[in-house]
């Protein structure tokens, strides 16, 4: 489920900006929120729109437009998604370059002073594009934020870009992306086996870890060693992000030098998961008993 909402003009200024940002956000949360139960595992859910900021007024060269960039939590009173912003500079003249200049101002978690300005001149019928990463850059480099923060999978920073332009005649417009991740009728469980060739008193060490956003059952793991019936481990339920370690496993040749064997969580299929095609992991081991 897609939607966009496009305006290419916005004659109202920064307060219908404002408007219609709410009403894209308002539209995402009827989306994350609805009360139906889907009969799918999961689906994505994202929204994009943009809109033209038009200055009034005697700075009628200063524009203002809105940033949004990264991931809220759950305690954020947005709605969970990851956020994306990108704000463009257009020159529309066909024969005149303008001088720009923007800056980022931050005013979330935090309300730092505003950076100082990037300058350029943009030729005719030319423009620049200031996205998440270029934002984050700018911040760091004014120490309004920490350096490892510029990838944009960082936490949520909101703020403004100030612009100004030597002409009026210079167009800003933001466009802008939310997607929330899964939307689930119910939260789905991630069984993901593991394995150690490192022996512990004699036998292999094997565990079951939870990747999912649900709570799983008790459910049953396997492992078999080639040329041996596999043998089953009774797997306690999981809580999301949890895992479970096993007794070591007894090896079928104490002396061999190799061994091969797969674990299979969830062997017998009890669970719908998110990813089925992680439920078996093969392992080849190669090591000199008591060495």
Sequence with gaps: MFGKLSVSELRSGRKGAIV?????????????????????????????????????????????????????KTDHPLVRAVY???????????????????????????????????????GPFRGIEINCGDIRKKLSEADQQPSHAIDDDEPLIKGYIIVNASSNRIRVTGAYTALHKQIHGNQIVDLVPK????????????????????????????????????????????????ETEFEPVPLPDPDAQSVNFTVTADATGQVDESNEGNNQLAVVCEFTPGG
Aim: charged share 15%; hydrophobic share 35%; glycine share 10%.
């Design 20 to 72: 219609v940002a709410a009403l894209g956000i308002l539209l995402l949360q009827l989306l994350a929120g609805c009360d139906t139960k889907p009969e799918v595992t999961g689906v994505g859910a994202g929204l994009s729109f943009d809109i033209e900021y038009v200055p009034k007024g005697p700075d009628a060269n200063v524009y203002s437009a809105k940033y949004i960039c990264g991931e809220t």
């Design 195 to 242: 394995a150690s060739c490192e022996l512990t008193d004699g036998g292999i060490v094997v565990s079951v870890l939870n990747q999912g956003e649900g709570n799983a059952p008790a459910t049953t793991t396997e492992i078999a060693f080639a040329g041996n019936p596999p043998i089953s481990l009774d797997t306690p339920p999981l809580a999301p992000g949890e």
């Design 84 to 122: 994306r912003s990108e704000i463009s500079i257009v020159n529309p003249d066909d024969n005149n370059s303008h001088e720009v200049s923007w800056r980022a101002a931050f005013v979330y978690p935090a309300t730092p002073p505003a950076t100082s300005p990037e300058e350029q001149f943009i």
